[in-house]
C-alpha cells in the first residue's frame, strides 16, 4: 500500500506556472514499482486524465489539453513525482491529484490507478 500527498497548487494568472509535487510514502513495494498519474476535477464535472508516466519514467502520456505545456516528472530515490504545468489557463482550473498504479501501462484510464491522494487546488486567474 502507498499513501500520496500532493503539494504545490495555490492561485496563479494566466499564463503562469506552477509546480506540483506528490510525496509517496509506506510499506512493502518501492515507489518505483508504481506507474504514476495526475488527474484534475473541476466543479461540476468528470475527474480526467492528465498525464501519466512509467515506473522508471521512460514513457510518458499526456492529455491533448496539456501537451506541449505540462510535464510528468519523477524521481524515484525522493519517492516523488512532479507535474510542471506552464502556460496556464483559467480552464486549467481544478484539483489536481496524484495517484499510482500497480500496473506499468502508464494508462489515461482512472480505473487502473488503485492508490490516490486528496489532491491539491490550482486555480487560474484570466
Known amino acids: 500500500q502507498v499513501q500520496l500527498v500532493e503539494s504545490g497548487g495555490g492561485l496563479v494568472q494566466a499564463g503562469g506556472s506552477l509546480r506540483l509535487s506528490c510525496a509517496a510514502s509506506?510499506?512493502?513495494?518501492?515507489?518505483?514499482?508504481?506507474?504514476m498519474g495526475w488527474f484534475r476535477q473541476a466543479p461540476g464535472k468528470e475527474r480526467e486524465f492528465v498525464a501519466s508516466i512509467s515506473r522508471f519514467g521512460g514513457g510518458t502520456n499526456y492529455a491533448e489539453s496539456v501537451k506541449g505545456r505540462f510535464t510528468i516528472s519523477r524521481d524515484n530515490a525522493e519517492n516523488t513525482l512532479y507535474l510542471q504545468m506552464n502556460n496556464l489557463k483559467p480552464e486549467d482550473t481544478a484539483l489536481y491529484y496524484c495517484?499510482?498504479?500497480?500496473?506499468?501501462?502508464?494508462?489515461?484510464?482512472?480505473?487502473?490507478?488503485?492508490?490516490w491522494g486528496q489532491g491539491t487546488q490550482v486555480t487560474v486567474s484570466s
Open positions: 495517484a499510482a498504479s500497480e500496473r506499468n501501462l502508464y494508462s489515461s484510464d482512472r480505473s487502473e490507478y488503485r492508490y
Open positions: 509506506g510499506r512493502g513495494r518501492t515507489f518505483s514499482s508504481y506507474a
